[in-house]
């Protein structure tokens, strides 16, 4: 598979001791939210943290993407007074606009956030989303012990990322690569005063990474896979997704490209104030088709599963010009029948 084995040439490369892992924490904690993976109950997942120490940069994969930052799974747009209109954002909404700094975001996740700006900043703005993403500072981190669902490398998304980030931690053993990859990224290396890189640095990297590649062991050929899904719209495969999909709707939750969302109004037993609210929805779940009278254009379970991976794999593409997947594995890890996009392309291909 090729695949490219350096980032393009960063703004500014330096080396980093492990023990001065705190020096950039602390830097930014000085000005920013601090989020990072963090082990709970078995698993990882990204969180708020004030402690370096409870960060775990030898993380696989969080249970929910970065997305729940920018995009909250239930979140109050604006409150409303039947005789005032709008009301301002209480105090609490001002101290969330705090900028956040993401702390070890692996490639797939980077890539993802890439894809929502896409999504939106584009034609129709969300001026809320698009400020938290401008202000958010981004340290990701170089993934170098793939998960066993991971298939990022299909899609270019890993394991390291191509753009996307302020700095970018690579573990060299001893001590870290940091590269920069904005302007704000090279002045904090500045201000940290840390010893340049060195091309031993990065062929180390290199080297690092090749090894990460090797051990990937699920891929999706992307190569003419839009004319193949364009070719299998009644394959028999959507039929046999049907016997086993609960539609439970965990695949899109736990999915970092998936943005669909629903809003409602909940107004107060007063009736003069109440709510506009939001909260994730998901294309899997029976209602998420139905609309005026009662039609629905989703009803079929078949039609829904293909609509998930044919947006993933098709549809995003033709909207935005990348595969909407980053192949992080979530939605196979998540789903209780293990249903996979790598195994439905497969089965697709007659492999
Ligand atoms: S594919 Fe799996 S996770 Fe998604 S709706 Fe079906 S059963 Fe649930
Ligand atoms: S479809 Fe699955 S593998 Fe692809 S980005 Fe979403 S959760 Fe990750």
Same mark, same amino acid.
Request: hydrophobic share 40%; net charge negative.
């Given at each position: 598979m090729a695949f490219p084995m350096a980032a393009p040439a960063a703004l500014a490369a330096a080396r980093l001791a492990r023990a001065a892992l705190a020096d950039l924490w602390q830097a930014l904690a000085a000005s920013h939210r601090m989020a990072a993976p963090v082990a709970c109950d078995g698993v990882f997942r990204f969180q708020e943290t004030a402690d370096l120490a409870a960060v775990r940069l030898d993380y696989n994969t969080t249970i929910l993407p970065a997305k729940k930052f920018f995009y909250p799974p239930v979140e109050t747009i604006f409150r409303f007074h039947r005789h005032r209109g709008a009301l301002a954002p209480d105090e609490e909404a001002c101290e969330a606009r705090r900028p956040l700094a993401l702390f070890g975001l692996h490639g797939c996740d980077v890539r993802a956030l890439e894809l929502l700006d896409q999504v939106y900043t584009g034609e129709f703005s969300d001026p809320a989303y698009a400020r938290a993403?401008?202000?958010?500072?981004?340290?990701?981190?170089?993934?170098?012990?793939?998960?066993?669902?991971c298939f990022c490398t299909s899609f270019r998304s890993g394991p390291f990322p191509e753009s996307g980030f302020d700095l970018l931690l690579t573990d060299l053993g001893g001590h870290y690569l940091v590269e920069a990859g904005s302007a704000r990224g090279a002045g904090l290396?500045? @201000? #940290?005063?840390?010893?340049?890189?060195?091309? /031993?640095? @990065? #062929?180390?990297?290199?080297?690092?990474?090749? /090894?990460?590649?090797a051990r990937f062991r699920r891929h999706i050929p992307t190569e003419g896979l839009p004319r193949l899904l364009n070719q299998a719209f009644q394959h028999p495969v959507w039929q046999a997704l049907k016997d086993q999909c609960l539609s439970c709707g965990t695949c899109t939750v736990v999915c970092p490209t998936c943005y669909c969302f629903n809003v409602w109004d909940k107004v107060n037993l007063d009736l003069e104030t109440g709510e506009r609210k939001m909260a994730w929805d998901s294309c899997q779940l029976l209602d998420f088709g139905q609309v005026a009278l009662g039609q629905n254009f989703r009803r079929d379970r078949a039609a829904r599963i293909k609509q998930r991976i044919y947006h993933k794999l098709n549809y995003f593409r033709e909207q935005y010009g990348k595969f909407g997947c980053v192949g992080c594995g979530r939605c196979v890890e998540a789903c209780v029948k293990h249903i996979d996009p790598v195994t439905i392309v497969a089965a697709l291909k007659g492999v």
């Open positions: 993403r401008a202000e958010t500072f981004i340290v990701a981190l170089s993934c170098l012990e793939p998960g066993p669902s290396l500045q @201000q #940290l005063g840390a010893e340049p890189a060195d091309s /031993e640095d @990065q #062929l180390l990297k290199t080297h690092r990474l090749r /090894e990460a590649v």
